[in-house]
Structures are given as C-alpha cells and as structure tokens.
C-alpha cells in the first residue's frame, strides 16, 4: 500500500470534518434562531456525516495496518498515523505530519464549535425552563392532612366561652 493512498485518505477526512465544521457553524445560527424544522434536518445530515467519516476511518485503519505489515511490523489494534510515521521512509514523513497536523486542526475547529452549541443549547433550556416557571401555576398541597403536618400546630387552648349555655 502506497503512501500516496493513505495521504488521499487523510485528505478526505479532512474534507468531511472541515465540511462537518460548516454544519456545525449552521447549527449555531439555527440554535440562535429557533428554527426547529431545520435544526432538525441539519442533524440528519450530521448524522450522514459522521456516518462517511467513521467508514473513511475504518479505511484509513486498514491502510495503515497494510502498510506496516508490507514493512514488516506489528499492526496494533487501532493503527494510528503516529504508528505509521515510526515505519514510513524520510521522503513521505513531512506529507504526512503535514496531513495529520491539518486534519487535527479541523478536528480542534470542530469540537470548538461544538462546545459552543452545547453550551447554546444549554442556555435555551435554561431560559425555557425558567419560562415555564414564571407562567405555570405554583401548585400547593391539595390532599388534606392534619394541621401539624402543613407546619401548623394545632391550638390546644380552651377558650372560657361556653356555647352550650
């Protein structure tokens, strides 16, 4: 397996998570908005999304396990560029820092903005909630009890009046 084709594959995943970051950039003005409807259908396509990213990783993985067993090494379970960057020649070494350093900076960008929207989505509950406090009724006891229970005692006293009389 050529390294070419390995730094093809970062390449993708880097076009996939810098596309997931405009989505994710989409999603703050929707969040912002309220646009349920096309919140909605910005998670879908997320979810799309994630979906060609996770199956662009699983070929990444295998390329890499190819690569090194070609070379002779040990395939760890989950083969990371770092693994292939002990194996790969001097020549290819700087493309693929290059490459890894690119598709880690999509990665930061991505998983800012996704702070952002969580705590955004956060802070409208918040404020939904505190909403529906203001407007809904307090709702007070309506089983009957005895009087000590409410944290009334109860008067023991006895009055001089006689209503008998």
């Given amino acids: ?40 259908q910005l998670l879908k396509d997320e979810q799309a999304h994630l979906a060609a990213i996770v199956q662009m990783d699983t070929q990444r993985q295998r390329a890499v396990a190819t690569y090194l067993t070609d070379q002779g090494r040990s395939v760890p379970q989950n083969p990371t560029i770092a693994d292939l960057l002990e194996a790969a020649p001097e020549a290819d070494k700087e493309s693929l820092e290059e490459a890894r350093d690119r598709l880690l900076h999509a990665i930061h960008d991505l998983k800012w903005q996704n702070d952002l929207n969580q705590k955004l989505t956060y802070q409208s509950l918040q404020f939904v909630n505190l909403s529906l406090d203001m407007v809904r009724p307090r709702m007070e006891a309506v089983n009957y009890s005895k009087p000590e229970i409410n944290g009334r005692q109860a008067s023991t006293k006895q009055t001089t009046f006689d209503s008998q009389a």
């Fill in 1 to 40: 397996m050529p390294i070419t084709t390995i730094l093809a594959l970062l390449d993708s995943l880097e076009k996939l998570h810098r596309s997931l970051l405009r989505l994710a950039n989409d999603k703050t003005a929707l969040i912002k908005s309220g646009d349920m409807d096309e919140l909605d």
